[in-house]
């Protein structure tokens, strides 16, 4: 059970959960008082979200054994705590049952069917194929980031609405995902990442111009839908300020104290996804 859990890394699965609630509640804009149908509807939506990326998580350690001998051999599949046939299986049965506990909601809001499927299809293409093309990789985690957002947003009826902070969540994540190649680039196998290809210090400046885009979007809900005299847009400019600060130190030392910075990364994200929240009471 211990080598599962840590196969599907649950924290992660907190932040895919977390977000899909965030992408609807923002979109739907009235806060917890919302119909119950409502709820029942988002609650499936992010299940499923979760269970997906734990499928994605597990099949990922599936497919990078090799790799992770080096760059993380404490990893369950590694280590022999898990066997691969019982990995293979997990993912699959994931997979499967994320797409079943969601099919009511498709069938009431097809674009959500729409939504699920390039999400799917992305991820499968990253594993298989893209993973190993480095910065293109990249992007696809990116986009399947910003999706967990649209996912919710698609539940709450506005796209639009949501469209901004997947916007962000896209950006942020790509430079996250350059600044762990980094971290990496000693132990990858057969990928040709952007430090490989590159060098540390042309990736590096990829993370901050990704960084520096993602911080000036951060200002547009407050031009838009979310006045700065109101509570919300008070409560939204104070955390995404803390989130910026925390985004510019997560690419402040690039290319040294990677893990440090992909740390800082984390937790900017986090503190990025309470201000997404505030917006959902404005």
């Known amino acids: 059970m211990r080598g599962a859990l840590r196969l599907v890394r649950a924290g992660n699965l907190g932040v895919s959960f977390v977000g899909t609630l965030v992408g609807g509640l923002v979109s739907r804009g009235t806060g917890i008082g919302a119909p119950v149908v409502f709820w029942v509807y988002l609650l499936l939506a992010a299940s ?35 066997t691969v ?32 499927a390039v999400a799917v299809g992305s991820l499968l293409g990253y594993e298989f194929r893209f993973k190993a093309r480095g910065f293109v990789g990249n992007g696809v ?38 600044i762990k190649d980094m971290e990496d680039v000693a132990g990858d196998v057969g990928r040709t990442t952007l430090p490989k290809t590159h060098g540390l210090g042309f990736a590096g400046g990829t993370a901050r111009v990704a960084v520096g885009f993602a911080m000036a979007l951060s200002i547009l809900p407050t031009l838009s839908f979310v006045p700065p005299i109101t509570l919300a847009g008070i409560i939204y400019l104070a955390l995404v300020l803390a989130a910026d600060i925390l985004f510019a130190v ?30 959902a009471f404005r």
């Open 48 to 82: 499923s979200t979760a269970l997906i990326t734990a499928g994605g998580n597990v099949l990922n350690d599936v497919l990078d054994r090799d790799g992770d001998r080096t760059n993380h051999p404490d990893r369950p599949l590694v280590t022999g705590e898990v």
């Open 250 to 279: 997560s690419v402040g030392f690039l290319p040294e104290r990677l893990h440090y910075e992909q740390t800082m990364s984390k937790v900017a994200m986090t503190v990025a996804l309470f201000a997404f929240l505030a917006v």
């Open 141 to 178: 985690v990116a986009l399947l980031t910003g999706l967990v957002f649209l996912y919710g947003g698609a539940v709450g009826g506005s796209l639009l609405m949501v469209a901004p902070f997947a916007a962000m969540a896209f950006l942020a994540t790509l430079s996250r995902e350059v």
């Open 85 to 116: 046939g019982a990995a293979k299986a997990l993912a699959a049965a994931l997979f499967v049952v994320g797409v079943v506990v969601v099919v009511p909601v498709v069938i009431a809001l097809p674009v959500l069917g729409v939504i699920l």
